[in-house]
């Protein structure tokens, strides 16, 4: 039997996503030549920056200060990346949690794609 699903309340959970997003991220055939080839992110300093990212937003706490659309500026992305990007974190999401900070989660997610896309004249 599945463990039931909660909502995301901690730190724990906000670790949990994000691992577990990221984690289809590095596999997917279209978002990890961006991340690895282009942004040559190295995931054991990017990953606590994305949990602190996503405290902040999610559960008002944490102490992340910087500007996310400033590292996407010089990637060759196209609004495939930001579809796909949104799908594998819904996905994600729906996997782990249920509640209203889950949703929360994914509407921000697509808020976030949405105006990155526009800033960078994607459609």
Do not use: C
């Amino acid at each position: 039997m599945a463990p039931s699903r909660t909502d995301i309340r901690s730190p724990e959970d906000i670790q949990l996503m994000v691992d577990s997003f990221y984690q289809k991220v590095q596999k997917d055939a279209l978002l990890a030549p961006v991340f690895g080839d282009q942004a040559n992110v190295h995931w054991e300093s990017h990953l606590p920056t994305m949990y602190s990212f996503w405290e902040k937003v999610l559960l008002g706490q944490g102490d992340y200060r910087g500007n996310p659309f400033q590292k996407h500026i010089p990637l060759k992305v196209e609004t495939a990346h930001f579809t796909q990007w949104v799908s594998l974190f819904e996905q994600t999401v729906d996997d782990n949690f249920v509640g209203p900070t889950a949703e929360d989660a994914k509407l921000r997610a697509n808020t976030i794609a949405h105006i990155f896309r526009s800033k960078l004249g994607l459609k």
